[in-house]
Protein backbone atom coordinates (compact mmCIF):
# COMPACT_ATOMS: atom_id res chain seq x y z
CA UNK A 1 0.00 0.00 0.00
CA UNK A 2 0.79 3.77 -0.85
CA UNK A 3 1.81 5.78 2.36
CA UNK A 4 0.68 9.08 2.77
CA UNK A 5 4.08 10.77 3.11
CA UNK A 6 7.46 10.14 1.57
CA UNK A 7 10.64 11.83 1.29
CA UNK A 8 11.12 11.76 -2.25
CA UNK A 9 8.13 11.63 -4.46
CA UNK A 10 9.32 10.44 -8.31
CA UNK A 11 6.51 11.08 -10.80
CA UNK A 12 7.52 8.16 -14.33
CA UNK A 13 9.63 5.39 -13.90
CA UNK A 14 11.54 5.89 -17.46
CA UNK A 15 15.42 5.78 -16.79
CA UNK A 16 15.67 9.01 -15.42
CA UNK A 17 13.12 8.71 -12.75
CA UNK A 18 14.63 5.09 -11.48
CA UNK A 19 18.28 5.95 -11.39
CA UNK A 20 17.26 9.45 -9.52
CA UNK A 21 15.11 7.43 -7.80
CA UNK A 22 18.03 4.79 -6.80
CA UNK A 23 20.83 7.39 -6.33
CA UNK A 24 18.56 9.19 -3.81
CA UNK A 25 17.18 5.63 -1.75
CA UNK A 26 20.69 4.43 -1.66
CA UNK A 27 21.07 7.36 0.72
CA UNK A 28 18.72 5.84 3.20
CA UNK A 29 15.94 8.18 2.65
CA UNK A 30 12.47 7.34 1.77
CA UNK A 31 11.39 7.32 -1.87
CA UNK A 32 8.53 6.79 -3.95
CA UNK A 33 8.04 6.43 -8.06
CA UNK A 34 5.10 6.71 -9.46
CA UNK A 35 4.05 5.47 -12.94
CA UNK A 36 1.18 5.85 -14.87
CA UNK A 37 1.35 2.87 -17.23
CA UNK A 38 0.66 -0.56 -16.54
CA UNK A 39 4.16 -1.34 -16.75
CA UNK A 40 7.78 -0.09 -16.05
CA UNK A 41 9.56 0.08 -19.60
CA UNK A 42 6.29 -0.34 -21.67
CA UNK A 43 4.78 1.02 -24.19
CA UNK A 44 8.71 1.57 -25.64
CA UNK A 45 8.82 5.08 -27.73
CA UNK A 46 12.46 4.86 -28.83
CA UNK A 47 15.48 3.93 -31.02
CA UNK A 48 17.02 2.23 -28.18
CA UNK A 49 20.55 2.86 -29.19
CA UNK A 50 23.19 3.85 -26.64
CA UNK A 51 26.74 4.23 -26.24
CA UNK A 52 28.38 1.68 -24.12
CA UNK A 53 29.89 4.57 -22.12
CA UNK A 54 26.30 5.79 -21.07
CA UNK A 55 25.33 2.24 -19.98
CA UNK A 56 28.30 1.02 -18.03
CA UNK A 57 27.90 3.95 -14.50
CA UNK A 58 24.76 2.87 -13.90
CA UNK A 59 24.25 -1.19 -14.99
CA UNK A 60 26.07 -4.21 -15.74
CA UNK A 61 26.07 -4.89 -19.60
CA UNK A 62 23.60 -8.13 -19.82
CA UNK A 63 22.37 -9.75 -23.00
CA UNK A 64 19.32 -9.98 -21.88
CA UNK A 65 18.82 -6.73 -23.00
CA UNK A 66 20.98 -6.19 -25.63
CA UNK A 67 18.95 -6.50 -28.79
CA UNK A 68 22.86 -5.50 -30.96
CA UNK A 69 26.01 -5.11 -29.91
CA UNK A 70 27.75 -2.09 -31.99
CA UNK A 71 30.94 -1.75 -33.10
CA UNK A 72 30.48 0.51 -36.76
CA UNK A 73 28.79 3.68 -37.90
CA UNK A 74 27.44 4.03 -41.28
CA UNK A 75 26.89 7.51 -42.94
CA UNK A 76 25.13 7.42 -46.16
CA UNK A 77 24.64 10.66 -48.83
CA UNK A 78 22.35 11.72 -50.03
CA UNK A 79 22.85 10.23 -53.25
CA UNK A 80 23.06 6.96 -51.67
CA UNK A 81 27.49 6.48 -50.97
CA UNK A 82 27.88 5.16 -47.75
CA UNK A 83 31.40 5.74 -45.69
CA UNK A 84 31.74 3.39 -42.06
CA UNK A 85 33.77 4.36 -39.35
CA UNK A 86 34.68 1.32 -37.05
CA UNK A 87 35.44 0.62 -33.45
CA UNK A 88 38.06 -1.78 -32.48
CA UNK A 89 35.43 -2.66 -29.72
CA UNK A 90 31.69 -2.74 -28.83
CA UNK A 91 30.81 0.97 -28.88
CA UNK A 92 27.53 0.99 -28.15
CA UNK A 93 24.04 -1.19 -28.00
CA UNK A 94 20.58 -1.09 -29.17
CA UNK A 95 18.74 -2.18 -26.53
CA UNK A 96 15.42 -4.08 -25.79
CA UNK A 97 14.05 -1.14 -23.38
CA UNK A 98 11.06 -2.99 -22.47
CA UNK A 99 13.61 -5.08 -20.45
CA UNK A 100 16.35 -2.38 -19.88
CA UNK A 101 13.93 -0.18 -18.40
CA UNK A 102 12.64 -2.97 -16.29
CA UNK A 103 15.67 -3.79 -14.72
CA UNK A 104 16.94 -0.26 -13.72
CA UNK A 105 13.55 -0.22 -12.28
CA UNK A 106 14.55 -3.67 -10.07
CA UNK A 107 17.73 -1.55 -8.81
CA UNK A 108 15.93 1.09 -8.09
CA UNK A 109 13.41 -0.61 -5.70
CA UNK A 110 16.82 -3.06 -4.30
CA UNK A 111 18.14 0.37 -3.53
CA UNK A 112 15.00 0.65 -1.72
CA UNK A 113 12.60 2.73 -3.59
CA UNK A 114 9.05 2.36 -3.44
CA UNK A 115 7.51 1.51 -7.30
CA UNK A 116 4.06 1.65 -8.06
CA UNK A 117 2.52 1.55 -11.86
CA UNK A 118 -0.46 2.55 -12.91
CA UNK A 119 -0.77 5.76 -10.79
CA UNK A 120 -1.61 8.51 -12.97
CA UNK A 121 -0.21 11.95 -11.22
CA UNK A 122 -2.59 14.65 -11.90
CA UNK A 123 -1.46 17.53 -10.15
CA UNK A 124 0.19 19.00 -7.33
CA UNK A 125 -0.03 20.00 -3.84
CA UNK A 126 0.85 23.45 -3.31
CA UNK A 127 1.49 25.79 -0.27
CA UNK A 128 2.41 28.83 -2.25
CA UNK A 129 5.42 28.21 -4.86
CA UNK A 130 6.45 25.27 -2.45
CA UNK A 131 5.63 21.59 -3.78
CA UNK A 132 4.79 19.34 -0.92
CA UNK A 133 3.94 16.62 -2.65
CA UNK A 134 1.42 15.09 -5.79
CA UNK A 135 -2.00 14.83 -6.39
CA UNK A 136 -3.24 11.63 -8.54
CA UNK A 137 -5.67 9.11 -9.58
CA UNK A 138 -4.98 5.48 -8.32
CA UNK A 139 -7.07 2.10 -8.42
CA UNK A 140 -10.20 4.31 -9.10
CA UNK A 141 -9.76 6.85 -6.49
CA UNK A 142 -8.19 10.55 -6.32
CA UNK A 143 -5.31 10.44 -3.73
CA UNK A 144 -2.78 13.01 -2.67
CA UNK A 145 0.66 11.94 -0.82
CA UNK A 146 2.87 14.38 0.53
CA UNK A 147 6.66 14.32 0.01
CA UNK A 148 9.36 16.93 1.14
CA UNK A 149 10.53 16.58 -2.78
CA UNK A 150 9.01 15.94 -6.31
CA UNK A 151 11.69 14.67 -9.22
CA UNK A 152 9.47 15.65 -12.46
CA UNK A 153 10.67 12.52 -14.29
CA UNK A 154 7.61 12.36 -16.67
CA UNK A 155 9.21 12.68 -20.27
CA UNK A 156 8.93 14.89 -23.18
CA UNK A 157 5.54 15.85 -22.34
CA UNK A 158 6.26 16.91 -18.80
CA UNK A 159 3.40 18.74 -17.22
CA UNK A 160 5.05 18.40 -13.64
CA UNK A 161 7.10 21.20 -14.37
CA UNK A 162 4.58 23.47 -15.42
CA UNK A 163 2.47 23.13 -12.40
CA UNK A 164 5.32 23.83 -10.30
CA UNK A 165 5.44 27.03 -12.34
CA UNK A 166 9.16 26.20 -14.18
CA UNK A 167 8.92 27.46 -18.20
CA UNK A 168 8.86 24.22 -19.74
CA UNK A 169 8.33 25.94 -23.53
CA UNK A 170 10.34 24.98 -26.37
CA UNK A 171 10.99 26.40 -29.65
CA UNK A 172 8.88 24.41 -32.18
CA UNK A 173 12.05 23.90 -34.17
CA UNK A 174 13.50 22.05 -31.49
CA UNK A 175 11.12 19.02 -31.42
CA UNK A 176 12.28 16.66 -33.62
CA UNK A 177 8.89 14.87 -34.63
CA UNK A 178 9.74 11.07 -34.96
CA UNK A 179 8.35 8.41 -36.37
CA UNK A 180 9.23 4.76 -36.04
CA UNK A 181 8.94 0.97 -37.22
CA UNK A 182 10.53 -2.15 -35.49
CA UNK A 183 10.71 -4.10 -38.88
CA UNK A 184 11.11 -7.77 -39.48
CA UNK A 185 12.91 -9.34 -42.75
CA UNK A 186 14.88 -6.64 -42.98
CA UNK A 187 18.05 -7.20 -45.52
CA UNK A 188 21.51 -5.97 -45.49
CA UNK A 189 21.52 -4.39 -42.34
CA UNK A 190 24.64 -5.37 -40.75
CA UNK A 191 24.09 -6.33 -37.34
CA UNK A 192 27.19 -4.35 -35.34
CA UNK A 193 26.24 -1.48 -37.42
CA UNK A 194 23.69 2.08 -36.80
CA UNK A 195 23.45 3.51 -40.02
CA UNK A 196 22.49 7.10 -40.41
CA UNK A 197 21.01 8.38 -43.67
CA UNK A 198 22.03 12.31 -43.98
CA UNK A 199 19.82 14.27 -46.47
CA UNK A 200 16.60 16.39 -47.45
CA UNK A 201 15.24 13.16 -49.64
CA UNK A 202 15.56 10.94 -46.25
CA UNK A 203 14.87 13.41 -42.99
CA UNK A 204 15.22 17.11 -43.34
CA UNK A 205 16.67 18.88 -40.45
CA UNK A 206 17.16 15.34 -38.74
CA UNK A 207 18.44 11.98 -40.23
CA UNK A 208 17.06 8.46 -41.33
CA UNK A 209 18.25 5.62 -39.19
CA UNK A 210 17.96 1.91 -39.19
CA UNK A 211 19.33 0.16 -36.00
CA UNK A 212 20.17 -3.21 -35.83
CA UNK A 213 18.60 -5.83 -33.49
CA UNK A 214 19.56 -8.97 -34.71
CA UNK A 215 17.51 -11.36 -36.49
CA UNK A 216 16.89 -9.50 -39.29
CA UNK A 217 14.86 -6.96 -37.02
CA UNK A 218 15.76 -2.98 -36.68
CA UNK A 219 14.30 0.16 -35.66
CA UNK A 220 13.77 1.82 -38.51
CA UNK A 221 12.67 5.51 -38.22
CA UNK A 222 13.32 9.43 -38.84
CA UNK A 223 12.97 12.56 -37.26
CA UNK A 224 12.42 15.86 -38.42
CA UNK A 225 12.72 18.98 -37.26
CA UNK A 226 9.75 20.74 -36.23
CA UNK A 227 9.65 23.40 -38.93
CA UNK A 228 9.96 20.45 -41.79
CA UNK A 229 7.29 18.65 -39.80
CA UNK A 230 5.14 21.43 -41.06
CA UNK A 231 5.64 20.82 -44.67
CA UNK A 232 5.40 17.02 -44.96
CA UNK A 233 4.96 14.76 -42.03
CA UNK A 234 7.60 12.15 -40.45
CA UNK A 235 5.56 9.37 -41.70
CA UNK A 236 5.35 10.01 -45.17
CA UNK A 237 9.08 10.64 -45.54
CA UNK A 238 9.18 7.18 -43.58
CA UNK A 239 6.69 5.46 -45.96
CA UNK A 240 8.86 6.50 -48.92
CA UNK A 241 12.78 5.36 -47.29
CA UNK A 242 10.99 2.07 -46.30
CA UNK A 243 9.50 1.58 -50.17
CA UNK A 244 13.22 2.28 -51.02
CA UNK A 245 15.21 0.29 -49.22
CA UNK A 246 13.09 -2.11 -47.32
CA UNK A 247 10.43 -2.89 -49.84
CA UNK A 248 10.07 -6.60 -48.35
CA UNK A 249 10.23 -5.62 -44.65
CA UNK A 250 6.90 -6.43 -42.61
CA UNK A 251 6.14 -3.93 -40.04
CA UNK A 252 5.60 -5.29 -36.28
CA UNK A 253 5.85 -2.32 -34.00
CA UNK A 254 5.02 1.13 -35.05
CA UNK A 255 5.53 4.73 -32.67
CA UNK A 256 5.24 8.18 -33.16
CA UNK A 257 6.81 10.97 -30.63
CA UNK A 258 9.01 13.84 -30.12
CA UNK A 259 12.40 14.45 -29.51
CA UNK A 260 13.18 17.81 -27.43
CA UNK A 261 16.57 18.47 -29.09
CA UNK A 262 16.98 21.79 -27.63
CA UNK A 263 19.01 22.85 -24.87
CA UNK A 264 18.28 22.16 -21.22
CA UNK A 265 15.70 24.19 -19.32
CA UNK A 266 17.14 27.47 -17.70
CA UNK A 267 15.80 26.25 -14.46
CA UNK A 268 15.06 22.66 -13.81
CA UNK A 269 14.74 22.66 -9.83
CA UNK A 270 12.59 24.97 -7.71
CA UNK A 271 11.13 25.12 -3.99
CA UNK A 272 10.72 21.45 -3.26
CA UNK A 273 10.86 20.51 -7.02
CA UNK A 274 13.56 18.97 -9.63
CA UNK A 275 13.02 17.73 -13.06
CA UNK A 276 15.06 15.33 -14.53
CA UNK A 277 15.65 13.79 -18.34
CA UNK A 278 13.37 14.91 -21.13
CA UNK A 279 10.76 17.00 -18.80
CA UNK A 280 14.33 19.06 -18.08
CA UNK A 281 15.41 18.80 -21.90
CA UNK A 282 18.19 16.94 -20.91
CA UNK A 283 18.94 14.85 -24.20
CA UNK A 284 21.95 15.47 -26.60
CA UNK A 285 20.61 17.99 -28.68
CA UNK A 286 22.40 16.67 -31.37
CA UNK A 287 21.70 12.86 -31.98
CA UNK A 288 18.54 13.23 -29.94
CA UNK A 289 20.16 10.48 -27.54
CA UNK A 290 18.08 10.87 -23.75
CA UNK A 291 18.86 7.42 -22.33
CA UNK A 292 22.15 7.79 -21.12
CA UNK A 293 21.63 11.95 -20.64
CA UNK A 294 18.58 11.06 -18.94
CA UNK A 295 19.96 8.58 -16.48
CA UNK A 296 22.94 10.94 -15.66
CA UNK A 297 20.25 13.62 -14.76
CA UNK A 298 18.87 11.44 -12.51
CA UNK A 299 21.85 10.38 -11.12
CA UNK A 300 22.67 13.96 -10.23
CA UNK A 301 19.49 14.90 -9.29
CA UNK A 302 19.13 11.85 -7.06
CA UNK A 303 22.53 12.51 -5.24
CA UNK A 304 21.26 15.62 -4.78
CA UNK A 305 17.54 15.29 -3.55
CA UNK A 306 19.02 12.40 -1.10
CA UNK A 307 21.46 14.69 0.24
CA UNK A 308 19.43 17.62 0.90
CA UNK A 309 16.45 15.26 3.07
CA UNK A 310 19.54 13.21 5.12
CA UNK A 311 21.01 17.17 5.98
CA UNK A 312 17.65 18.87 5.97
CA UNK A 313 18.64 21.30 3.60
CA UNK A 314 16.38 21.68 1.00
CA UNK A 315 18.18 24.57 -0.22
CA UNK A 316 20.68 22.29 -1.86
CA UNK A 317 18.47 21.91 -4.49
CA UNK A 318 19.84 25.01 -6.14
CA UNK A 319 23.05 23.13 -7.41
CA UNK A 320 21.46 21.02 -8.84
CA UNK A 321 21.90 22.73 -12.41
CA UNK A 322 25.55 23.63 -11.56
CA UNK A 323 26.02 20.80 -11.21
CA UNK A 324 24.25 18.99 -13.82
CA UNK A 325 25.85 21.89 -16.52
CA UNK A 326 29.36 20.43 -15.21
CA UNK A 327 28.47 17.11 -15.76
CA UNK A 328 26.51 16.71 -19.03
CA UNK A 329 25.11 20.08 -19.75
CA UNK A 330 27.85 22.41 -20.72
CA UNK A 331 28.64 19.59 -23.80
CA UNK A 332 25.37 19.88 -24.56
CA UNK A 333 25.70 23.67 -25.35
CA UNK A 334 28.72 22.55 -27.92
CA UNK A 335 26.05 20.16 -29.57
CA UNK A 336 23.61 22.52 -30.11
CA UNK A 337 26.18 24.39 -32.03
CA UNK A 338 27.20 21.66 -33.70
CA UNK A 339 23.43 20.45 -34.65
CA UNK A 340 22.96 24.01 -35.91
CA UNK A 341 26.03 23.32 -38.35
CA UNK A 342 25.30 19.62 -39.50
CA UNK A 343 21.69 20.37 -40.12
CA UNK A 344 21.99 23.34 -42.33
CA UNK A 345 24.57 21.69 -44.86
CA UNK A 346 23.39 21.55 -48.37
CA UNK A 347 22.70 18.02 -50.16
CA UNK A 348 25.22 18.43 -52.04
CA UNK A 349 27.56 19.51 -50.00
CA UNK A 350 26.20 15.80 -47.80
CA UNK A 351 27.76 13.79 -50.90
CA UNK A 352 30.84 15.93 -50.84
CA UNK A 353 31.93 15.32 -47.35
CA UNK A 354 30.94 11.23 -47.70
CA UNK A 355 33.29 11.25 -50.75
CA UNK A 356 36.31 13.09 -49.03
CA UNK A 357 35.66 10.59 -45.76
CA UNK A 358 36.04 7.89 -47.73
CA UNK A 359 39.07 8.93 -48.98
CA UNK A 360 40.49 8.55 -45.51
CA UNK A 361 41.92 5.06 -44.70
CA UNK A 362 39.40 3.03 -42.81
CA UNK A 363 41.99 2.83 -40.00
CA UNK A 364 41.66 6.22 -39.59
CA UNK A 365 38.41 7.63 -39.76
CA UNK A 366 36.71 8.94 -36.52
CA UNK A 367 33.57 10.23 -35.56
CA UNK A 368 35.64 13.66 -34.94
CA UNK A 369 36.69 13.38 -38.31
CA UNK A 370 33.69 12.90 -39.44
CA UNK A 371 32.01 16.19 -37.91
CA UNK A 372 35.97 18.36 -38.99
CA UNK A 373 35.43 17.39 -42.75
CA UNK A 374 31.44 17.99 -42.61
CA UNK A 375 31.86 21.34 -40.75
CA UNK A 376 34.85 22.46 -42.64
CA UNK A 377 33.58 25.70 -43.63
CA UNK A 378 32.59 26.84 -40.60
CA UNK A 379 36.26 26.87 -38.78
CA UNK A 380 34.68 28.52 -35.35
CA UNK A 381 32.98 24.97 -34.98
CA UNK A 382 36.04 22.70 -35.10
CA UNK A 383 37.30 23.70 -31.99
CA UNK A 384 33.90 22.30 -30.23
CA UNK A 385 34.32 19.22 -32.40
CA UNK A 386 37.83 19.18 -31.14
CA UNK A 387 36.06 19.53 -27.25
CA UNK A 388 33.69 16.57 -27.79
CA UNK A 389 35.49 14.05 -30.04
CA UNK A 390 38.40 12.64 -30.60
CA UNK A 391 39.39 13.80 -34.19
C1 LIG B 1 11.08 7.75 -31.90
C2 LIG B 1 12.09 7.99 -30.82
C3 LIG B 1 13.35 7.41 -30.92
C4 LIG B 1 14.30 7.62 -29.91
N1 LIG B 1 15.50 6.98 -30.01
C5 LIG B 1 16.43 7.13 -29.06
C6 LIG B 1 17.66 6.41 -29.11
O1 LIG B 1 17.90 5.62 -30.01
N2 LIG B 1 18.56 6.60 -28.11
C7 LIG B 1 18.32 7.46 -27.07
O2 LIG B 1 19.18 7.59 -26.19
N3 LIG B 1 17.14 8.13 -26.98
C8 LIG B 1 16.20 7.99 -27.94
N4 LIG B 1 15.00 8.64 -27.83
C9 LIG B 1 14.78 9.52 -26.68
C10 LIG B 1 14.53 8.68 -25.43
O3 LIG B 1 13.49 7.74 -25.67
C11 LIG B 1 14.15 9.57 -24.25
O4 LIG B 1 15.06 10.65 -24.22
C12 LIG B 1 14.20 8.84 -22.93
O5 LIG B 1 13.24 7.81 -22.87
C13 LIG B 1 13.96 9.83 -21.79
O6 LIG B 1 13.85 9.17 -20.57
P1 LIG B 1 12.95 9.80 -19.42
O7 LIG B 1 13.08 8.88 -18.26
O8 LIG B 1 13.25 11.23 -19.27
O9 LIG B 1 11.46 9.76 -20.01
P2 LIG B 1 10.57 8.54 -20.46
O10 LIG B 1 11.38 7.37 -20.83
O11 LIG B 1 9.64 9.11 -21.48
O12 LIG B 1 9.75 8.17 -19.16
C14 LIG B 1 8.77 9.03 -18.64
C15 LIG B 1 7.79 8.19 -17.85
O13 LIG B 1 6.90 9.04 -17.14
C16 LIG B 1 5.62 8.46 -17.17
N5 LIG B 1 4.65 9.53 -16.93
C17 LIG B 1 4.40 10.60 -17.73
N6 LIG B 1 3.44 11.36 -17.20
C18 LIG B 1 3.08 10.79 -16.03
C19 LIG B 1 2.12 11.09 -15.03
N7 LIG B 1 1.35 12.20 -15.14
N8 LIG B 1 2.00 10.28 -13.97
C20 LIG B 1 2.79 9.17 -13.85
N9 LIG B 1 3.69 8.82 -14.78
C21 LIG B 1 3.86 9.61 -15.84
C22 LIG B 1 5.53 7.86 -18.57
O14 LIG B 1 4.53 6.87 -18.66
C23 LIG B 1 6.94 7.29 -18.73
O15 LIG B 1 7.05 5.96 -18.29
C24 LIG B 1 14.01 8.46 -28.80
C25 LIG B 1 12.74 9.04 -28.70
C26 LIG B 1 11.80 8.81 -29.69
C27 LIG B 1 10.43 9.44 -29.55
Redesign the pocket.
Known amino acids: MLKSQYDIIV???????TVAARFAAMQGVDVLV????RDVGYPV??????SKRNVVPFIEPNDKWIAAKINKYAFVSPNGEEVVIEFDEVNGYVLERRIFDYELGRLASEAGAKIQTR????GLILEGEKVCGVKAEFQGKQIEIRSKIVIG?????S?VGRWAGIKTHIDYRDMES?F?VTAANVDNVDPGTLYFYLGTNYAPGGYFWV?PKGDKLANI?LGISGGDNKKRSALSFLNDNMKKFFPNASVLTQ?A???PCALTLERISGDGIML????ARQ?NPLT?????S?MIGGRVAGEIAGEAIRKNNLQLLDNYHNAWMKERGKSHLIFDKLKEGIFNISDDEFNDIIKKLKKIPKEKRTLGKFFVTALAKKPSLIVDVAKVYVV
Do not use: H, M, S, T
Not at 11 to 17: L, T
Not at 34 to 37: N, P, R, S
Not at 276 to 279: E, L
Open positions: VGAGPAGLEKDRCAEAIVYVNADGVERCQFGIGGVVGDAVGGGIGG
